[in-house]
């Protein structure tokens, strides 16, 4: 919009390591990693079902922000212009979570229960031209390929104006910023061109990549999650997956930007208020747009009640689940709800961080719950400490990609598209009676 | 110079031929004088529709609901394929104004005054249906929540109950939402009035003694903007309810989790396509180039594209869910829908509302107003088979095939059908009449505010 004010010059700022936070986060790392092969010493099933949990809600909010930028690019939104390339910079992590995905193709009869039950349940049977094992690895193997590539791409072109050579001074005598500049920033046309051209490639590949994105995420998650129970279905749970996705993108950039204002003046002062408003405005709306979703499927297999319907929300809602299905609805709706309501909620950024970072726990809560109940051994804890054992894992993959990719490229994006780049003045002639109105 | 700076501002500014405050009080308030020849001939054709409507509910509540095509199995048909239609158009209204508003979308100030009074009519439109599908239509006050004199209430179990609240609600705040935007428009219609006609009057009692006083800008922004909050939420409300309708009963194809997002994305995408059906021949007649501009088809075709998408999705999902259920009467249902009986207006929904938006990817499509005419009439009449399609092939082919039958419209449906499209169009002629059917002060809103002239200042080259 008009009226939000971009300054005309924005300086290249870095988040500047810190070997206190990198030493914490390769710690996380560590501790997930020991976690996991612990636990797959002593209970594979489980810590894959936790792996799986945790690879989907990672990868699902670092494709989910990705996203959100691409819906901001796509409306030419201007109001983000200081915190765009935060969402951006959450897609460093998909190059890792491509390699994450990789072992949980070779997860097998432990964790998808139809292969035993095609042998003698003919309702399976009737899926076997979707539920085997090839065209899972095939699918699984090309679908999230050619959507992570297609966010790299992405990024590439959103970043590649801010690499100007002449702005080589800017780095700060980093080798791995210059080594990155040169990389990416070959056949060099100078920087009105560049800009030109990166705007009109991402405005091509924005609805390219939502596309993509709605169909792969839908793809995978009925793989890893909804054929668990395999004569349950249901049309809305893949959207109501990667719209939350998208939820959690948005609520990943919000806690990111809220960390950023505080170590740096510079990040503080352009990260105003306009930003925490919006933001707060979005995390809050889409909240709403979670419980929504999460009602629309409910209500209509509650009210159903066919058998092979409800079985999946009576996994979820015995006297051992449903007070963890109840938290997760409570953190995820409820207290965004009633805490993000007020104007001054959003504007106070530790307020505001902290709820989406309570909002953030249930979602988490909300991905073990899409997988956990359904391989549920009868006697066993729902859920105990390596869940977040291994989470942290994740969680520390995943902060040091984005560190990595702030601490490359500048934090705030430099070059800002115009107001409104499509130009509109062939398709309306100019008049041809400009005295008439002259009042 | 001059020339230059021009240029840019053509290419940036929302309505580049306008160009004073007094032009737009001209131009837009000159529409409630000049009614003109297209006017008279568009509002005799609704006239006469709502005859044809009259003659035959007339007909029909005399001899019965026999006179329509329903019949066991299919005992929905056109009527409430046709009171989905119309919910569906009403959803664009407020989306535009309130959703639109929310996001500063400013692009929606030319369009949201006819867009909600399209809303407030359909949702009057459709309100007749579920009277007209009654048959017994004096009966209606049933649906009501009060018990009758055995203390026996409507069942709150049924989601028909659940639609009356949520279309009620709807059409309160709509038309709140929409009478209260007008309210400095009517005082400006007011102030240019001949005094002591009839018009002056009507004005000066719905204008509610606006000045446009700072306080009085103050508490309408005010309200504005709560209102604005507070209908977002049911733009999705109304039509998942609807929906419901549906996905509540576990008839194969309608009992799909998707149906409430779906529904609500057709219903933006069916509204805002009949916005564009209305205002190209409104634009025209009127003489409003300056006011809705490509800039404003534009936007709304985009909107198409993306609501039109989400639909897409769901179509394809239902018909891989279908398959993956394993389910035989939902599988069969799915594929009778592609070649049985029916086969026609499935393809007729496919084509209209999967294949014929892929135009829209094209800028010069979105900016050929002639060709999004076009387009959106084959979208508004591939919604109505959506909402025929789902209801009747569902019902035609339930779960046993000994049940199974045909339906097929009879005259008297047909002629209610188009009857109410007389009946939706008469209300809103009548609108762009009396009432000022573009915003005028959200408009003023974005021209560059009048200012002294400046002196020339030569600019270095």
Excluded at chain 1, 341 to 364: C, D, E, H, Q, Y
Excluded at chain 1, 397 to 418: E, K
Excluded at chain 2, 258 to 287: D, E, N, Q
Aim: a positive charge; one cysteine or more; proline letters at 6%.
């Amino acid at each position: 919009m008009h009226d939000i004010p971009v300054p005309d010059r924005i300086e290249a700022r870095y988040l500047l390591p810190n070997r206190g936070t990198t030493i914490l986060l390769a710690a996380f790392v560590a501790v997930g990693a020991i976690a996991f092969i612990a636990l797959l010493g002593m209970n594979p099933d489980r810590a894959w079902q936790s792996y799986v949990a945790n690879w989907l809600f990672f990868t699902g909010i670092a494709q989910g922000a990705l996203i959100f930028c691409a819906a901001t690019v796509i409306t030419k939104a201007r109001w983000n212009w200081s915190v765009r390339r935060i969402s951006l910079a959450m897609g460093a992590f998909l190059p890792l979570s491509y390699l994450l995905l990789l072992p949980m193709l070779g997860l097998r009869e432990a964790y998808f229960p139809w292969i035993d039950k095609m042998a003698y349940d003919e309702i399976v049977q009737l899926k076997a031209a979707y539920l085997n094992i090839p065209f899972l690895i095939t699918r699984n193997v090309v679908g999230p390929l050619v959507l992570f590539t297609m966010s790299l791409i992405f990024m590439y072109w959103a970043v590649r104006p801010d690499l100007a050579p002449e702005r080589a001074r800017d780095e700060g005598g980093v080798t791995g910023r210059a080594k990155w500049r040169d990389r990416l920033s070959g056949n060099w046309l100078g920087q009105e061109a560049e800009e030109a051209r990166s705007w009109q490639k991402l405005k091509v590949l924005a609805p390219a990549l939502i596309l993509v994105y709605a169909v792969v995420m839908s793809i995978v998650v009925i793989d890893f999650a909804m054929s668990l129970e395999p004569h349950w279905f249901s049309t809305l749970f893949p959207v109501w997956y990667f719209m939350a996705a998208f939820w959690g993108g948005i609520a990943v950039t919000t806690i990111t930007m809220v960390l950023l204002k505080r170590g740096n003046p510079y990040f503080d002062e352009h990260m105003g208020p306009q930003q925490k408003h919006d933001l707060g405005k979005l995390v809050f709306a889409f909240s709403i747009f979670w419980a929504y979703l999460f009602w629309s499927q409910y209500i209509v297999q509650w009210y159903g009640k066919l058998p092979w319907e409800q079985a999946w929300y009576i996994h979820r809602s015995t006297p051992e689940w449903g007070p963890l299905s109840l938290l997760a609805i409570g953190l995820c709706f409820l207290a965004p709800f009633i805490l993000l309501m007020g104007r001054n909620a959003k504007l106070n950024p530790t307020f505001l961080g902290s709820v989406a970072f309570i909002a953030m726990l249930g979602l988490w809560l909300e991905r073990w719950l899409l997988i956990a109940p359904s391989l549920h051994v009868p006697g066993t804890p729902t859920i105990t400490f390596w869940e977040p054992l291994i989470g942290l894992g994740f969680l520390g993959i995943f902060a040091l990609s984005v560190r990595w990719f702030l601490s490359t490229f500048p934090v705030v994006q430099l070059w800002q598209h115009g107001v409104d780049p499509e130009r509109f003045d062939r398709e309306i002639p100019p008049p041809v009676d400009r005295e008439r109105v002259v009042v | 110079m001059a020339t230059v700076t021009e240029k840019v501002d053509r290419a940036t500014a929302t309505h580049p031929d306008v160009s004073s405050y007094t032009e737009v009080n001209t131009d837009i308030l000159a529409m409630l004088s000049r009614p003109g020849k297209w006017w008279w001939i568009l509002f005799g054709l609704s006239v006469a529709g709502i005859g044809l409507l009259a003659f035959s509910w007339g007909n029909q509540l005399i001899n019965g609901i026999g006179l329509s095509g329903l019949n066991t199995p299919v005992g929905w048909g056109a009527y409430i394929t046709t009171f989905v239609f119309w919910v569906g158009i009403a959803h664009s209204g407020t989306l535009i104004s309130a959703i639109l508003f929310l996001f500063r979308a400013r692009w929606r100030q030319s369009i949201y005054r006819a867009a909600e009074a399209m809303t407030v009519f359909a949702v009057m439109t459709a309100g007749l249906y579920p009277l007209i599908h009654l048959g017994r239509a004096w009966h209606a006050y049933w649906l009501f929540p009060y018990a009758n004199q055995r203390m026996l209430w409507p069942n709150f179990r049924s989601p028909l109950v659940w639609d009356v609240f949520a279309v009620t609600t709807y059409f309160t705040v709509s038309s709140l939402f929409f009478l209260l935007g007008l309210i400095p428009d009517i005082a400006a219609a007011r102030d240019q009035s001949r005094p002591g006609t009839l018009r002056q009057k009507f004005y000066t009692l719905t204008a509610f003694g606006w000045r446009g006083t700072d306080r009085q800008w103050h508490h309408f922004g005010k309200a504005y903007l709560f209102l604005a909050a507070l209908a977002t939420p049911l733009v999705l409300s109304v039509h998942s309810v609807v929906s419901w309708d549906f996905a509540m009963s576990i008839v194969p194809g309608w009992h799909a989790t998707i149906f409430a997002p779906y529904f609500v994305a057709g219903a933006i995408f069916s509204g805002v396509a009949m916005v564009i059906t209305l205002m190209v021949p409104i634009r025209k007649i009127f003489g409003l180039e300056k006011y809705l501009t490509v800039r404003h088809f534009d936007a709304m075709a985009k909107l198409i594209l993306v609501t039109g998408l989400i639909v897409f999705y769901a179509y394809l999902n239902e018909f891989f869910m279908a398959w993956y259920s394993g389910e035989d009467p939902e599988r069969r249902v799915f594929w009778e829908r592609l070649f049985g009986h029916y086969w026609w207006a499935t393809w007729i929904m496919l084509i209209c509302n999967g294949l014929i938006p892929i135009m829209l990817w094209f800028k010069r499509v979105r900016h050929s107003i002639a060709a999004l005419f076009v387009l959106t009439i084959f979208i508004n009449i591939g919604m109505w088979f959506e909402r025929y399609v789902i209801i009747v092939t569902s019902l035609s082919t339930e779960f046993i095939p000994f049940a199974w039958g045909i339906y097929r419209p009879s005259v008297t449906e047909m002629g209610i059908v188009i009857g109410t499209f007389g009946w939706f169009f008469f209300w809103f002629l009548l609108f762009i009449r009396l009432l000022p059917p573009v915003a005028l002060a959200e408009i003023k809103e974005v021209l560059p505010p009048p200012m002294r002239p400046k002196p020339r200042q030569e600019v270095p080259r």
